[in-house]
DNA sequence: CTGAAAGCGCTTACAG
DNA sequence: CTGAAAGCGCTTACAG
């Protein structure tokens, strides 16, 4: 079997089929400009009967628009990005913009990747959760070579031009903190994957940016526990890379401890189902002899017994209020208005999981 | 402030500055064709001072690849999706591709919008989990027009000529209806999306096309209990709609039934989470009076007591499979090569959740 | 309302 | 190895 014609139809054949020039059929078919109500239902016709699909690139090219926004996270798979593409999405295709997806795998180099093909790529700007927050060049040059660039879930130092949508980590985990600390709890254990941070924390300061937000939840644990005149102790943060497995044994060396703590707080999801796991398997009895404490808010934490305590983060809102602010500073309007910064509220829901030390 | 310049500086920019042709200063910065080492270096030079950025829709709309690949799915909310979608930018990025998502909701209207949006920005090729796997006219034209499509999770009847990446459904429910059966279960409940299907899934046929997954699993579920030379009753088949909240009456309704099921299965993990809370909430003992199985072998089912017994489904190989297919088809080689079907299979994982019936 | 012509920013034969 | 010219498929002033 060979095919007659070789690629697909252009503006010029339905033009040629409607018996117009092709500036009648563009604005037939693009629906700008102005035309008869005759030449309208010729060129559709003929554009129909072809099979004519309109080639975005070469609109794009002209328009200087794609419609298309860039989105850079570091793992689609874990929920909490999960959740937040899907507010991106939710506010993205209904005001026509697709979305141009890439997973970093927390690899910066990927990241500086991304960016650079999305701008070849003429998205029309980019939403990213950066790898690394304190690296942060490629974005100020990417928004230096004119794309609109907003910062989700962490702020990236050296890049002062976006627009940031993150959460207020740090007041998250110290609310965390101090509802065990109101239960009575004085060791309180922690399991983070931001330890190495440790000394860096203690110091003062509260920049925010280039920081991960497990920094800053450690800090809010740190701070939570100085306000509260208690002496911090460095080997009740069990650092943890980011999967359960890591995690269960961060648990596992907290409970380990000579003088183990009472409670336990997590601070992320993945984490908190490792640590989850071995407390469990630990033996001791949740919230008799040790308190526990997750971090966002997913379905298995009501279906465990006892229900989990946790740090609800309202990941979805954040994806939609990262792609309205993209979608409104494209709008024109606010095109060279100054950084927005918008800063959501984390909320403790407390169940049972957590009870007055004994 | 106002500024100089523009728009970004372009090729010919590039090659004024660097003193040479554009067509040298394409061949140094797009790296095909032969240049010399002297006009690549003033080439690259000149284009870093400028901070030139290729136009990769000028490059697209000749070379004919956008090397963009697009995958609609009905929730990347749903673990299940998005453990697939990082199966799929795991094999595309490596291989110099991004990823135009969209987001149908199950709305197939907004399907038809997405495979005319992505075909229009001449995406190399689409992979797609259909909402609704009986209406695919508009992916047979997409294929039609010469894009190429992958399939995944639902095969769509109306559509031969796509590659398809699937679960073996019907065998995987079967399976675990078996595994109940054999532990001596003849009250087994089933939670699904699918019931409405009843009727003419109890027909004799076997055809997978144009069915959901969920429909495949309630015939599974079917054909286990007639091989088994049982009855099949109807009110033992409870339908909820694709939210927890659902399940969890649709569980209810199981339970309170005047003979009431020793084993409930659900076909799903968002139906599996709100059944098994709802069996927890009735204070039956599982599995001493109650068995449950899952679908989705996700971390929150080995942390509920007991552990969850459920079929594991192969999530991010099916993306895996499904990007490979794709890129495999572009590769040319197999560009009008037969479609391939790749069925994965599902494994039942035996935890603590199910017990002979007593 | 319509069309001829220019042009978006590249790549690709083609000739040298 | 290099460059002049054509062309990918559209949209946009501009003149009528």
Redesign the pocket.
């Known amino acids: 079997m060979t095919t007659e014609r070789t690629?697909s139809p252009?503006?010029?054949d339905v033009a040629r089929a409607a018996e117009?020039?092709?500036?009648?059929a563009?604005?037939a078919?693009?629906g700008?400009?102005?035309?008869?109500e005759?030449?309208r239902e010729r060129v559709l016709r003929a554009a129909a009967e072809l099979g004519?699909?309109?080639?975005s690139l070469?609109?794009s090219?002209?328009?200087g628009s794609t419609h298309t926004i860039g989105v850079i996270v570091t793992d689609v798979a874990n929920p909490f990005f999960a959740m937040a593409l899907r507010g991106i999405t939710d506010v993205a295709h209904p005001a026509g913009f697709e979305v141009l997806l890439v997973n970093t795998g927390r690899n910066v180099e990927a990241e500086q990747r991304a960016v650079t093909v999305m701008s070849e790529k003429r998205v029309d700007g980019i939403i990213v959760a950066a790898a690394r927050p304190s690296r942060g060049r490629h974005l100020k040059q990417t928004i230096d070579a004119g794309v609109p660039v907003v910062l989700l879930d962490r702020e990236v130092s050296g890049v002062s031009e976006a627009d940031t949508v993150t959460i207020d980590n740090e007041h998250a985990a110290g609310e965390a903190t101090r509802h065990l600390l109101e239960l009575g709890h004085r060791r309180i254990g922690l399991v983070t994957e931001a330890g190495d941070e440790f000394d860096r924390l203690r110091r003062p300061g509260n920049r925010r940016k280039g920081l991960l937000p497990s920094a800053l939840r450690l800090r809010g644990y740190l701070r939570a526990l100085e306000d509260a005149g208690l002496p911090v102790e460095e080997s009740l943060v069990a650092t943890a890379r980011y999967d359960r497995e890591s995690a269960y044994e961060a648990a596992g060396r907290l409970l380990a401890l000579p003088e183990p703590p009472s409670a336990v707080l997590c601070t992320d999801n993945v984490l908190a189902s490792g640590a989850y796991r071995a407390v469990q398997d630990s033996g001791l009895r949740i919230p008799e002899e040790i308190s526990v404490v997750g971090f966002d808010d997913e379905p298995w934490t009501t279906l465990v017994r006892p229900a989990l305590t946790v740090v609800e983060q309202p990941d979805y809102e954040l994806g939609l209020r990262a792609g309205r602010q993209l979608l409104h500073r494209l709008d024109g309007g606010s095109g060279s208005a100054k950084p927005q910064s918008v800063r959501l509220r984390a909320t403790l829901v407390v169940r049972d999981s957590t009870a007055c030390r004994r």
């Open positions: 690629g252009s503006l010029i117009v020039s092709t500036a009648t563009g604005r078919l693009g700008y400009g102005q035309v008869s005759r030449a004519y699909r309109t080639n070469a609109r090219m002209i328009t």
